[in-house]
């Protein structure tokens, strides 16, 4: 195995082992709003939370006055352990991009949740959009808490081998 890739599998284990949060605090009713490569993002997220298994839906749209991008998503988490979830989701993808038409098709994806101590979480999610051609996409994120119900995230989204940063806020409720 490639020394480089021992790293990238091994650093988030080992990442993952030293968070000491419990799974329960990771909230899976939200509402956001962000930034992306000069386009606004919105997404509510709604289903169960706590350190039992259980089912969630996402609805997200973003996008500027050439194209907007829609996602309507089920999705489940189940404990990995008391302070990770795993996660798995896909559904609807809708892309709209004005004079040049539009299409629709589908996305899935699986993906882990951490939370730790200081109030700060990250995800990490792999998965394939496809709609006219499928493609890979990677999702690295990370959230810091304002307080109990706020906070702020910084991210990354790479399709194929384009990568575009996410910065936004998350309304927990």
Do not use: C
């Not at 000069?38 to 749209?61: D, I, R």
């Amino acid at each position: 195995m490639n020394t480089k890739y021992k790293y990238f599998t091994i650093f988030p284990v080992l990442f993952l082992s030293m968070s000491n949060l419990f799974a329960s605090d990771l909230s899976y009713q939200s509402a956001e709003i962000g930034y992306i490569d000069e386009a606004v993002t919105l997404e509510v997220m709604f289903g169960s939370s706590g350190t039992e298994a259980g089912s969630y839906g996402k609805v997200a749209v973003w996008g500027d006055s050439d194209l907007k991008v829609y996602q309507a998503n089920a999705g489940y988490h189940m404990p990995m352990s008391d302070k990770t979830d795993w996660i798995i989701e896909g559904g609807y993808l809708g892309i709209d991009a004005g004079d040049w038409g539009s299409d629709s098709g589908y996305n899935v994806s699986v993906g882990i949740r951490n939370g730790t101590a200081a109030g700060t979480e990250f995800t990490f999610k792999i998965g394939r959009w496809d709609v006219e051609e499928a493609i890979t996409v990677a999702e690295a994120r990370a959230n810091f808490k304002i307080n109990d119900t706020r906070s702020w995230f910084i991210g990354a989204i790479s399709a194929d081998s384009e990568t575009e940063f996410h910065v936004g806020f998350r309304f927990d409720f």
